[in-house]
């Protein structure tokens, strides 16, 4: 999908492109509706809206679209074992290890494995209790979302001191080191945790309606939002 528009009726039009298994398009079609589910993830959801809003096409959109958004507190750490691990091994166990009453903050790790870790090298995954402090803007020329994200805000701080806390204690008990700090350049769960903008077309008794189906969040308070009649 490509754009939504707001018609009268009341209902939507959805453009979409239909591409092939390699990405191309092949041909773009519309679709008229009067109930919208929009189920893009937490990024693609939030960059139809937002595209919306700067297009006009959706003109009751409030100013919440593209705010609080989240992560699990997702970082990588490689860690340097004695033991063997690529390229002939299997994963590790799929465990996870909780250190709930860390003093500095609440964290789990968990294995991370990834294919192109060395000999010698296992990838933990740390995750804490985030803020919704990231947002996501529309950037015109390139007709996508940009997501900003607060990798040094104090809160993300004080998660990485608590990781590295954890990690410590790790090290010290199974005479592994890290190769390097908790990276936090990428997480594996998008995620909008709280409300973050809604949309209803009020237009005589009937009322289109658009529903956004997020991601679910471990910490988030209302991860499904749906907009409704008022
Ligand atoms: C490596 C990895 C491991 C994970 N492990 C776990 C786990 O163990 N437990 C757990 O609970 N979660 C796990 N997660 C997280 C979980 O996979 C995601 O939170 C979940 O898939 C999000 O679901 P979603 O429907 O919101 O988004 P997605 O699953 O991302 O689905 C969004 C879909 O919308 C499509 N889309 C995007 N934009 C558009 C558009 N404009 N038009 C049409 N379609 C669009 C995308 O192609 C995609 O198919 C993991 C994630 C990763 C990456």
Redesign the pocket.
């Known amino acids: ?2 754009s939504i528009q707001a018609l009268d009726g009341p209902r939507y039009k959805v453009i ?1 492109n239909q591409i092939n298994t390699k990405g191309e398009v092949i041909a773009q079609k519309i679709f008229v509706c009067r109930y919208l589910f929009l ?7 939030t ?2 809206l937002l595209r919306a809003k700067a297009d006009g096409t959706l003109p009751l959109l409030n100013n919440q679209v593209g705010k609080f958004w989240g992560t699990n507190g997702d970082s990588t750490t490689p860690i340097i074992n004695n033991g063997r691990t690529n390229p002939n091994q299997g994963t590790p166990g799929v465990i996870a290890i909780e250190d709930f009453n860390n003093p500095i903050a609440p964290v789990m790790l968990e294995p991370f494995p990834l294919s192109a870790t060395p000999e010698g090298v296992n990838v933990a995954l740390g995750q804490g209790i985030t803020k919704p402090e990231g947002y996501l803007t529309y950037n015109r020329s390139t007709k996508s979302a940009d997501l900003f994200w607060p990798a040094n805000s104090p809160n993300n701080q004080k998660i990485t001191s608590a990781l590295e806390r954890t990690y410590q204690i790790f090290n010290q008990a199974n005479g592994t080191t890290l190769a390097t700090p908790p990276n936090f350049a990428a997480t ?4 909008v945790v709280r409300r973050w903008g809604e949309y209803a077309v009020p237009m005589g008794k009937s009322r289109a309606t658009v529903i956004c ?4 969040a471990l910490s988030c308070q209302v991860p499904l939002l749906v907009s409704t009649p008022r």
Do not use: C, D, K, R
């Not at 189920?39 to 959801?45: E, Q, Y």
């Not at 594996?188 to 995620?191: G, M, Q, S, W």
């Open positions: 999908m490509t979409v189920a893009a993830g937490s990024i693609g959801t960059e139809l594996a769960h998008p995620l189906l997020l991601s679910m």
